[in-house]
């Protein structure tokens, strides 16, 4: 994150892969004297617990947990049953973008 600071032409907006990085983001970008999201807004991950509990809270997004372990459930009964070869399954869930602090 410092690295991407010193550019000359930085990002004005962060979205990280989890929220883990994006707290270490943020770290950053304090000891830089910038402002979130003034400066640079950042969005999480995979919405941890810790991510509303932060000075700034975190904009996350988050994944809908409960239906994708409903449907990997789902998809190992079948499996089980049907004995089915098929491997690929095209399945599209939606997550929740969780507005907070740092957007």
């Known amino acids: 994150m410092k690295k991407i600071l010193s550019l000359t032409d930085r990002p004005t907006a962060l979205l ?55 449907m990997g459930v789902d998809l190992l009964i079948e499996k089980i049953e049907n004995k089915e070869n098929r491997v690929v399954h095209n399945i599209k869930l939606n997550p929740d973008l969780i507005i907070r602090e740092t957007t």
Do not use: F, W
Not at 21 to 48: F, Q, S, T
Not at 55 to 63: A, H, K
């Open 16 to 70: 990280t892969g989890y929220d883990n990085i994006a707290v270490g983001a943020m770290r950053a970008i304090y000891e830089e004297h910038l402002k979130i999201p003034e400066d640079v807004a950042i969005i999480g991950n995979d919405n941890i617990r810790e991510s509303s509990y932060l000075y700034q809270s975190l904009t996350t997004i988050s994944p809908p947990v409960l239906e994708m372990s409903r």
